[in-house]
């Protein structure tokens, strides 16, 4: 199931706290709104009511061949896809919408997308300070050899009854 007047309302209320030229909210879906309780149609509205644009990608290919019991045949994978509804969306926000029929058009999309919105600050790396591999490590260590070790003294003493 998809919810996508819930996704863009709940991006709204996280993005009301930045500056108004950072409000951008990317949407990719490959279907069609199907669960949830708010309309995209008035999710659209309250996006635009409080500045946020919305860039809306619709994705999956045109057509995919599949093997099944009866042979090959085509489908169309893309057959939801509620492109009216996005671009709708996208326009009434003062966004875009794109469609990416594989992975190299929906970079070229996010190329655009980072060319029409370039970030001002670079989001930040974490990396733990402290390494703890070492613990599983002793404890991988402790395992081996301990069930090694029965094996070796049940061999040396086979090996002096025989």
Known sequence: ??????????????????????????????????????????????????????????????????????????????????????????EQTGGRYFRARDTRELAGIYTEIDRLEPAMEQGGKYRPVEEWFHLPLALAFVLAFGLALPRTALWSLRERIA
């Not at 209320?13 to 930045?18: G, I, M, N, T």
């Not at 990317?26 to 996006?47: M, R, Y």
């Open 1 to 90: 199931e998809t919810a996508i007047g819930d996704a863009i309302a709940l991006a709204v209320k996280r993005l009301r706290e930045r500056p108004a030229d950072r409000r951008i909210l990317i949407l990719l879906t490959d279907g069609v709104n199907t669960a949830g309780a708010l309309d995209p149609a008035k999710a659209a509205e309250l996006a635009a009511a409080n500045q946020v644009r919305l860039y809306t990608i619709g994705i999956g290919a045109d057509s995919l061949r599949v093997n099944d019991f009866f042979g090959s045949r085509l489908i169309n994978p893309s057959a939801d896809l509620d492109e009216k509804l996005l671009r709708g969306i996208a």
